[in-house]
């Protein structure tokens, strides 16, 4: 992914994104690549070790998701958060898109 994008989606300036960056390249987690359709940018790639990194966080997240809540719910409890996921999740899409599918009128302010 570009570095730019990471940094936007991860509201983090591109400097403070460019340190965290260089971070992860010292610790051959990630590389820099250049961009394919533009030169001038900079794709983050994580490497094997940083991917495999990463699949232990999720694997930990996980762990610690269902130890920490899901194991303290009931059946009834489950099927409510289902329910009220599933209505937020509907309710980004449609913020997302616009009731019309078309996308949300941008701010000028």
């Known amino acids: ?3 730019s994008d990471l940094a936007r989606e991860r509201l983090m ?3 403070g994104f460019t340190r965290l960056a260089d971070r992860l390249e010292r610790r051959g987690l990630m590389e820099r690549r250049p961009a394919d359709d533009d030169k001038r940018g900079l794709l983050a790639v994580l490497t094997p070790a940083g991917r495999a990194l990463l699949r232990d966080a999720w694997r930990r997240q996980h762990s610690d998701l269902r130890r920490l809540f899901f194991d303290r719910l009931d059946d009834d409890d489950l ?3 289902a329910r009220i ?3 937020l999740q509907h309710e980004a899409a449609v913020t997302a898109v616009g009731p019309e599918g078309l996308e949300p009128p941008t701010s000028t302010v």
């Open 1 to 3: 992914m570009r570095m």
């Open 13 to 15: 300036s591109t400097g």
């Open 79 to 81: 099927r409510d958060l």
């Open 85 to 87: 996921w599933n209505k």
